[in-house]
């Protein structure tokens, strides 16, 4: 089968993209996939052995079947914790979306069924003062999977991303739910408000300890 590849973003910073990304590696392999990920922008990292690492990225690279340098999967590693823009600004550096999308299409020339390629941040980080990393998926042609922090206010976070990524042209091809407040008030009815008015499949509903996905749906696309 052709690779099938998917951008990860989320309603905002802190989402638990990668937890997800995570789970949705793992399940992926349980169906008997094949799969890898990349993390090609990605702020807040500290000296190691490999040079500048992320942990997200780390993460990645431990749940991909598929064992990728880590050169490979972060090609664009920044020290400062901060949006993108500004911690390459401070390193006197600069992205670009033609350097990121080309590194991005190397390294996807890799053999396997299954690519995940995690954002950073919002859909609507920065790149530089004219392009944005949500220019990523449309370069790359990548359907897009929304998580969606549960929490206070996420109602309207997570209509105005799917919006955004619908306006933008792209396939919304699922979204989970990460329930990141266990006492919120009325979160079945709040998960059951997403589930009515974002117009793609709900992938799982995520809580604490857990990360049980489903990807039937992405398989039989």
């Known amino acids: 089968m052709a690779k099938k590849t998917y951008f990860i973003t989320g309603t905002d910073t802190g989402v638990g993209k990668t937890y997800i990304a995570c789970a949705l590696l793992k399940a992926f392999a349980k169906a008997g996939k094949t799969t890898m990920a990349l993390k090609p922008i990605a702020a807040g990292c500290e000296e190691s052995e490999q040079g500048l690492c992320n942990d997200d990225a780390l ?75 949500s220019q990523l998926p449309a370069a790359l042609q990548t359907p897009v999977i929304l998580v ?31 329930c990141m407040e266990p006492d919120m008030p009325n979160l079945q009815a709040n998960i059951e408000t997403l589930k009515t008015l974002i117009p793609a499949p709900c992938l799982g509903v995520v809580g604490f300890a857990e990360d049980q996905v489903d990807v039937t749906d992405l398989l039989c696309e």
């Open 59 to 133: 993460a990645l690279q431990q749940a991909a079947t598929v064992k990728l340098d880590y050169a490979l999967i972060n090609p664009f590693a920044l020290k400062a914790a901060t949006a993108p823009h500004i911690a390459a600004a401070l390193e006197g550096r600069r992205l670009t979306l033609d350097r990121v999308a080309g590194m991005c299409r190397g390294t996807l020339m890799t053999k396997a069924d299954i690519c995940l390629i995690e954002g950073a941040g919002g859909w609507r980080v920065p790149l530089n003062d004219r392009e944005s990393l």
């Open 148 to 178: 969606v922090a549960v929490r206070l206010g996420c109602l309207n976070h997570a209509l105005l991303t799917a919006e955004a990524i619908i306006r933008d042209g792209l396939p919304l091809a699922g979204w989970v739910a990460n």
